[in-house]
């Protein structure tokens, strides 16, 4: 919820969990803000240091039990920053410094422990200074000469390309991307990992979701914000290609590997570095004219044609039964409207869906912990009360959310969210990789891939109705449409969570 509310408004999150053992209980959702830069302070108690003595001191027995000898050693490697509160007078110091550390560019999560002892003093008063005295989350600007020299590649190329996944964490840079593509045609592929709306999809140079197509023929790549822009054992870019990588750390020096080229690292805010490359380049627009007008042609039918191809794939599955997620998606799509927030962790296609407001779209951290979506549906929710949000999960991320407290919190704090389980049945990303590694395998010649069915599936919408909701099981795909109708209505007139069991196809 803490990663969700973060990101509708912007403002840093404190989060509390039980010693050690909730520590590692929430070590995937830390794991997937730091991939994602979601500045939270998470925060645990710490076992009582001493046995005997002191108020606060060992009482029970798993006060033994539950001691490390390193507590923040669990989860070190994925925060920027972690320490012990060793006193009282280090209190407003010591917190104003997890501010600082976790807005600081690039964000992400800082970790604070505490000592039973320390919280269990006994202090007649407490100073506070007003604001703090240590700045936070201040924009970088790029190197002057880094941005001429851009300018000058992107002026000169014929096939650029721009691939990102993450620009539209913050909403101002979706605006100096458009700004950008449009001053010299430049085509915009969303890349592999799609967490935000980056960019419209209806635009005429929004080219899909998949850079593959493109990058042999790439003279000049711009990567914003994607840790993994392409696959290098599916697509390289040729060797004469230029490739710019652009990002607060865009070496990604958090990643213990990661080999992508990059001919010029920009270190510095994308939206800033956004607005200065397009007012850079629109100076060269007039010499440059036909050529850019012949490109914008050229791929807005490129655009086109993709887009026919989607409506042409929704089409062909639309009266599949089990139900195609790509229908799903497309009937989804029909039903959202513009104050619609889609949570997605597992399975909505991309292709089906169109995005064109900024804010209006969040997909899963790259890390991939299992659980996220509900809980992130529930604090966008929090952060945007008026607003309609629906989360798309798969059933084992379902799962994996712990359902009932997520449905209880929805209920205990009147948080109608619309859950949309695409059920297949099965851990579909184990199978997908089974079949990727060993295409001439055992499990794929007998259609067999063990420890992987989700079968029988529960009845995941009883859940949603024992916590005062309302849950439907869905099988035909001509209901999906009318079932999204009656889950919306009794979320926004009836101010009650509603949850749609989907049964789509068992790959």
């Known amino acids: 919820?803490?990663?969700?509310?973060?990101?509708?408004?912007?403002?840093?999150?404190?989060?509390?969990?039980?010693?050690?053992?909730?520590?590692?209980?929430?070590?995937?959702?830390?794991?997937?803000?730091?991939?994602?830069?979601?500045?939270?302070?998470?925060?645990?108690?710490?076992?009582?240091?001493?046995?005997?003595?002191?108020?606060?001191?060992?009482?029970?027995?798993?006060?033994?039990?539950?001691?490390?000898?390193?507590?923040?050693?669990?989860?070190?490697?994925?925060?920027?920053?972690?320490?012990?509160?060793?006193?009282?007078?280090?209190?407003?110091?010591?917190?104003?410094?997890a501010l600082a550390i976790a807005m600081?560019?690039?964000?992400?999560?800082?970790?604070?422990?505490?000592?039973?002892?320390?919280f269990a003093e006994a202090h007649s008063e407490i100073t506070i200074t007003s604001g703090g005295r240590q700045q936070m989350g201040v924009r970088l600007h790029p190197d002057p000469n880094q941005i001429a020299e851009v300018t000058e590649l992107f002026v000169q190329a014929e096939h650029p390309l721009i691939i990102t996944s993450g620009v539209g964490r913050d909403p101002q840079a979706v605006e100096a991307l458009v700004a950008l593509a449009e001053s010299f045609a430049i085509p915009v592929v969303v890349g592999i990992n799609n967490w935000y709306m980056n960019f419209p999809t209806n635009h005429p140079l929004h080219l899909g979701f998949d850079p593959a197509p493109y990058l042999k023929e790439a003279d000049v790549v711009l990567v914003i914000d994607s840790d993994v822009p392409w696959f290098p054992t599916v697509v390289t870019p040729k060797e004469t290609a230029r490739i710019i990588q652009l990002r607060s750390d865009p070496m990604y020096s958090r990643y213990p590997l990661r080999g992508y080229p990059a001919d010029i690292a920009l270190a510095a805010d994308p939206a800033a570095t956004l607005h200065l490359l397009a007012e850079e380049m629109a100076r060269y627009r007039g010499q440059e004219a036909q050529k850019i007008s012949r490109r914008f042609e050229a791929l807005s039918k490129v655009h086109e044609r993709q887009r026919q191809n989607?409506?042409?794939?929704?089409?062909?599955?639309?009266?599949?039964?089990?139900?195609?997620?790509?229908?799903?998606?497309?009937?989804?799509?029909?039903?959202?409207?513009?104050?619609?927030?889609?949570?997605?962790?597992?399975?909505?296609?991309?292709?089906?869906?169109?995005?064109?407001?900024?804010?209006?779209?969040?997909?899963?951290?790259?890390?991939?912990?299992?659980?996220?979506?509900?809980?992130?549906?529930?604090?966008?929710?929090?952060?945007?009360?008026?607003?309609?949000?629906?989360?798309?999960?798969?059933?084992?991320?379902y799962l994996f959310c712990v359902p009932t407290a997520c449905h209880f919190v929805?209920?205990?704090?009147?948080?109608?969210?619309?859950?949309?389980?695409?059920?297949?049945?099965?851990?579909?990303?184990?199978?997908?990789?089974?079949?990727?590694?060993?295409?001439?395998?055992?499990?794929?010649?007998?259609?067999?891939?063990?420890?992987?069915?989700?079968?029988?599936?529960?009845?995941?919408?009883?859940?949603?109705?024992?916590?005062?909701?309302?849950?439907?099981?869905?099988?035909?795909?001509?209901?999906?449409?009318?079932?999204?109708?009656?889950?919306?209505?009794?979320?926004?007139?009836?101010?009650?969570q509603a949850l749609l069991n989907v049964i789509c196809k068992h790959p």
């Open 1 to 97: 919820m803490a990663y969700g509310y973060y990101m509708i408004t912007g403002e840093p999150q404190v989060v509390m969990v039980h010693v050690i053992v909730g520590t590692a209980n929430a070590s995937a959702a830390i794991m997937n803000a730091a991939r994602a830069h979601i500045p939270i302070i998470f925060s645990a108690g710490r076992t009582p240091l001493t046995e005997a003595g002191l108020a606060g001191s060992r009482d029970v027995q798993i006060h033994w039990a539950q001691e490390s000898f390193d507590q923040a050693s669990l989860i070190r490697e994925f925060v920027k920053w972690d320490y012990e509160l060793k006193h009282f007078s280090q209190l407003e110091s010591v917190v104003d410094r």
């Open 104 to 118: 600081a560019e690039p964000r992400g999560p800082v970790y604070l422990s505490f000592p039973r002892e320390v």
């Open 310 to 397: 989607w409506r042409e794939q929704a089409e062909a599955v639309k009266n599949d039964k089990p139900i195609d997620p790509v229908w799903l998606s497309a009937c989804i799509n029909q039903v959202k409207d513009a104050e619609t927030i889609l949570i997605n962790e597992y399975d909505l296609i991309p292709t089906q869906v169109d995005l064109e407001i900024p804010g209006s779209f969040f997909g899963s951290s790259s890390a991939s912990g299992l659980g996220w979506g509900v809980g992130a549906a529930l604090g966008a929710k929090l952060a945007a009360p008026d607003k309609t949000v629906i989360a798309t999960v798969g059933d084992g991320s």
């Open 410 to 496: 929805s209920r205990a704090c009147t948080l109608p969210i619309v859950v949309i389980i695409f059920n297949n049945q099965c851990w579909n990303a184990v199978r997908q990789a089974t079949r990727g590694l060993h295409p001439q395998g055992w499990a794929v010649k007998n259609n067999h891939f063990p420890l992987t069915d989700l079968t029988p599936t529960p009845a995941y919408e009883m859940i949603c109705e024992a916590n005062g909701g309302y849950g439907e099981r869905v099988e035909d795909p001509q209901d999906l449409v009318p079932a999204l109708q009656r889950a919306l209505r009794v979320v926004r007139e009836e101010q009650r």
